[in-house]
């Protein structure tokens, strides 16, 4: 599985974004797939996780009720809806797919096999 992030940008505190990953590779329907992010001299860490049938959810506390994730396996898309945003959700934005047919969500990095490149995210105060 390949993915590539996008979506990224420069915001205010308050506004929305939506990051997609699209990816390529047959197995993408069978894959448990994440967001996680990386602001700079932290290390990396989880925001949401969905399901390879998207029928499954997860998400870090610090985000729930503000972010959604959603996936479209017809168009081998996923989705973070990212709404009410915080200065503090400054970071690096990498999505993730699981190895491993049809293994469950997961909220470590360790878990995921595969990587996209990071969209970076921006809000200002």
């Known amino acids: 599985v390949q993915l590539q992030a996008s979506g990224g940008g420069l915001v205010q505190a308050g506004d929305s974004l939506r990051l997609s990953c699209a990816a390529s590779?047959?197995?993408?329907?069978?894959?448990?797939m994440g967001w996680f992010r990386q602001a700079p001299g932290k290390e990396r860490e989880f925001v949401a996780t969905?399901?390879?049938?998207?029928?499954?959810?997860s998400y870090a506390d610090s985000v729930k009720g503000r972010f959604t994730i959603s996936r479209d396996n017809a168009k081998n898309m996923v989705y973070l809806q990212m709404n009410s945003l915080k200065p503090w959700d400054t970071a690096f934005y990498y999505c993730?797919?699981?190895?491993?047919?049809?293994?469950?969500?997961?909220?470590?990095?360790?878990?995921?096999?595969?990587w996209g490149q990071g969209t970076l995210v921006t809000v200002s105060s």
């Open positions: 969905i399901s390879w049938s998207g029928s499954y959810t």
């Open positions: 993730a797919a699981r190895g491993g047919y049809r293994a469950v969500a997961g909220t470590t990095p360790k878990m995921y096999t595969y």
């Open positions: 590779g047959r197995t993408f329907s069978d894959s448990a």
